[in-house]
């Protein structure tokens, strides 16, 4: 690459390339992010059940 | 080692071991993603054929090389799950297929995108192609069977039937583009007289897929100990886990 221009236009194939990496970049955040919150919400999930004494089914 | 491979097995050991290291593997994974995304996008020469458009590349196919990846390591957890019984063997074939079929949705997106203005076409119903989305559906079906009966052991069982059976699709993924004539390119030459890319296309694509690689085993990781977490919810180590929380 030779200028910013030729980075954002990509040669004409910007639309291409672009969404490309912008749906990949959606995708990977999503994985990221995702299995964390599972985790969160299951552990506060385990302990809400066993503060009111119940086995969890 | 086998001692230490043996202990990684119990549940609480993996997933106290897997809550130092998932971070660890998710910031790297980001860095050297960076890394092969500065290469690829910004330093590395445009194709002489395909100009710009090849960029695609650095996203397609390590997609598609972990998509195959994550189904192998499927299958192979599941025929183990499925012969010596152990308990983490199943939950690593249902963390790695949400995963997979994330990735295959990918490359085929990324692949379609980059079909339209090389061959004029999002879609054409050729092997790699059509094998590649077949691949999507195989971890859609094993997914949706994993949760289908009340009892899991059930579901663990038949969906990892599914799984090992559709293992036969991954190695013809592979094979496609030399069985058949397909639009879709055959296997790059990388080292040679015959290579058909410099280096500085090459290494990029090298540093993004071991950055994808990376990245697959952090959130693997991570999705592996919510497997873990729900299938030994009412065991005393959990207990004793969200205790401490």
Same mark, same amino acid.
Request: proline share 6%.
């Given at each position: 690459m030779k200028s910013w221009h030729e980075f954002i236009t990509m040669g004409g194939y910007a639309v291409y390339v672009w969404s490309s990496y912008g749906i990949a970049l959606v995708i990977m955040l999503a994985n990221a992010i995702l299995p964390g919150r599972q985790q969160r919400r299951l552990l506060k999930e385990i302990l809400h059940r066993m503060n009111r004494g119940e086995r969890s089914e | 080692m086998f001692v230490w491979f043996h202990k990684l097995a119990s549940p609480p050991f993996f997933y106290r071991f897997a809550e130092k290291l998932a971070p660890w593997l998710g910031w790297l994974s980001l860095l050297v993603i960076l890394a092969g995304l500065y290469g690829g996008l910004w330093l590395s020469p445009p194709d002489y054929q395909q100009g710009d458009g090849f960029r695609i590349i650095y996203v397609h196919v390590p997609s598609a090389w972990i998509s195959m990846f994550a189904y192998m390591l499927m299958a192979t957890a599941a025929a183990i799950g499925l012969i010596w019984r152990i308990k983490l063997a199943h939950a690593v074939s249902a963390a790695a297929a949400p995963l997979g079929a994330s990735f295959t949705f990918l490359a085929l997106v990324t692949g379609s995108l980059w079909g339209k203005p090389m061959w004029g076409t999002y879609w054409?119903?050729?092997?790699?192609?059509?094998?590649e989305l077949i691949l999507l559906f195989l971890y859609l079906g094993y997914i949706? +069977? !994993?949760?289908?009966?009340e009892d899991r052991r059930t579901g663990d069982r038949a969906s990892a039937i599914l799984a090992i059976v559709g293992a036969v699709n991954v190695p013809i993924i592979h094979f496609s583009v030399n069985w058949w004539n397909?639009?879709?390119q055959g296997p790059t030459v990388f080292?040679?007289?015959?290579?058909?890319?410099?280096?500085?296309?090459?290494?990029?694509?090298?540093?993004?897929?071991?950055?994808?690689? +990376?990245?697959?085993?952090?959130?693997?990781?991570?999705?592996?100990?919510?497997?873990?977490?729900?299938?030994?919810? !009412?065991?005393?180590?959990?207990?004793?886990l969200v205790e401490q929380s």
């Open positions: - | 054409v119903w050729d092997a790699r192609l059509t094998s949706a +069977l !994993n949760h289908a009966f397909t639009l879709h080292f040679g007289p015959k290579a058909e890319m410099p280096p500085s296309m090459y290494i990029p694509l090298f540093i993004m897929m071991f950055g994808f690689m +990376l990245f697959f085993a952090a959130f693997m990781l991570k999705r592996l100990q919510v497997e873990v977490l729900q299938r030994e919810r !009412n065991t005393v180590w959990v207990r004793e």
